[in-house]
């Protein structure tokens, strides 16, 4: 079954249409800034899973130094999926219609994490980043 997002405006729309793999919540000071949030919610998709089907022009990104970049509306500003060396790595959760089937969820960067946040009980927690070997 195909998953669909999309932007806060509604202009910018998206179909996935193969599975979304290793979900985790970021607490790095990184992705607290590019969210505007205490973490993103992310998961990685084949970029030959996701198709544009509405709003494509309206597409704008940002790539950083290290080569990771963010894609989102021009109108709304809504961060729809991030990128890698130009090619799209995986979406954020948020933007989703509907509710996905997600393996485990990981909590990573912790040790970064606003002193204000309250990670809840019970999740898969790292100190930074998971290596390879960590994922199933």
């Known amino acids: 079954m195909a998953l ?5 405006c509604g202009e910018v729309k998206y179909e996935i249409t193969g599975p979304l793999v290793d979900p985790v919540s970021c607490h790095c000071s990184r992705c607290r800034k590019a ?3 205490q973490a ?11 198709k544009w089907i509405a709003g494509e022009e309206k597409l ?6 290290h080569g990771f970049g963010l894609v989102f509306c021009s109108t709304c500003g809504s961060t729809l999926c991030g990128t ?3 090619s799209i ?5 948020g933007c989703l219609n ?4 997600l393996e485990e969820f990981h909590h990573i960067f912790v040790d970064s994490k606003a002193s204000w946040e309250v ?4 999740v898969t927690k790292f100190s930074e980043g998971r290596q390879p070997t960590d994922r199933r």
């Open 119 to 122: 990670l809840p009980t019970g």
């Open 89 to 93: 790595h995986g979406v954020v959760l």
């Open 35 to 37: 969210f505007s949030s």
């Open 4 to 8: 669909t997002g999309e932007c806060f």
């Open 84 to 86: 890698i060396d130009q």
């Open 98 to 101: 509907e509710e996905p089937e």
């Open 60 to 65: 704008t990104s940002y790539v950083g130094k």
């Open 40 to 50: 993103s919610n992310y998961a990685r998709v084949e970029s030959g899973n996701l």
